[in-house]
């Protein structure tokens, strides 16, 4: 999964610091409070703690997070973490300094929000197949952003810190709700990758992704993969989408050019042999749709893990 980033946001004047460690800028919101912590040098075992859940994302720079009395984890750029209510966190700061300093969010949401948007989604679509329910798993809590989730992310700062209008509150509490739904369809799309291979046997989306995955190469149509889901096309499409926050076409393109990149990485295959092995058929498809998702073309990545 490519790891996506989060747009800046402008960072405090030296004369607004009050303090060079997580210096605070709070928006509040119906139903959230959006934080904005900047640390300008080193600093070990600060504690964090917030009543409501916390989605707390890194824009800039490295943090050392520690959670339910475990290990600490590095928590870096791209990446969010979920921590429940009244949850200690405990951060180290081991590269912050003044001319390198870190920025997060953290963005706490009141428990009648959560219950509110998952009530609705349960009762609207009800028919999952990957969980019983709409929800949060707290125990997949460290997150890479995807690319929905990081596009809602950047909206909800934008409208935390620059939004004017009379109508602020509504839209953020709009955007909230999308926030959480692009939050459970990551979480099931990481859940997944990591679980298919044992749920195959006994779960309809997990044996369709298994299918995906061994077939990759072959020519894989809508048809044929909701037959495998034992549903109708329309039917299987809108329930993938729904759970995994992409359709079936976007995981299959995606999962083509992760395996393009690990070709790329691999050895010093010809651009076009790393087109046929990774499933495309048109070379300059492969080239626009890999500019496209990671930034770069083909040629250039492979140049550039050449040249470390």
């Known amino acids: 999964m490519s790891r996506q980033f989060i747009a800046g946001v402008p960072w405090r004047s030296d004369r607004d610091l009050k303090t060079l460690v997580e210096n605070r ?14 640390t300008h ?32 984890f590095d928590y870096l750029p791209g990446e969010s973490v979920i921590v429940p209510p009244n949850e200690l966190m405990k951060i180290d700061f081991p590269e912050a300094k003044f001319d390198n300093p870190t920025q997060c969010i953290a963005l706490s949401i009141s428990q009648e929000m959560i219950e509110n948007t998952f009530n609705l989604l ?26 929905d989730l990081s596009e809602i992310i950047n909206r909800f700062i934008r409208i935390g810190v620059k939004e004017r209008s009379k109508e602020k509150d509504v839209i ?11 939050l459970t369809q990551t979480q099931a799309r990481e859940m997944l990758e990591k679980t298919y291979k044992q749920l ?32 109708s096309k329309a039917h299987f499409s809108r329930s993938f989408k729904n759970e995994l926050g992409i359709s079936p076409m976007e ?3 995606k999962e083509r ?16 042999e790393v087109c046929f092995m990774a499933g495309f058929n048109n070379i300059t498809y492969f080239i626009r749709a890999f500019k496209a998702e990671f930034g770069t073309t083909p040629k250039v990545f492979q140049n550039s893990i050449q040249i470390q």
């Open 200 to 231: 195959a046997s006994n779960n309809r989306l997990a044996h369709v992704v298994d299918y995906m995955k061994k077939n990759i190469r072959e020519n894989l149509t809508l048809e044929t993969l909701s037959a495998k889901a034992c549903m």
């Open 25 to 38: 800028t709070t928006y509040t919101l119906d139903n959230c409070e959006l934080n904005i912590f900047e």
């Open 41 to 72: 040098q080193e600093a070990r075992d600060v504690n964090l703690v917030f009543g409501d859940l916390v989605l707390t994302t890194m824009l800039k720079g490295k943090k050392v997070m520690h959670l339910f009395d475990k290990a600490g």
């Open 122 to 147: 349960n009762e609207r679509f009800p028919d999952k197949m990957l969980s019983e329910d709409w929800g949060l798993d707290l125990s997949n809590f460290h997150l890479i952003n995807t690319q």
């Open 257 to 272: 050019l992760n395996l393009a990149k690990n070709y790329l990485r691999m050895a010093n295959y010809q651009i076009q």
């Open 251 to 253: 995981y299959i393109l």
């Open 172 to 182: 953020a509490t709009l955007a909230l709700k999308e926030l959480l739904i692009r």
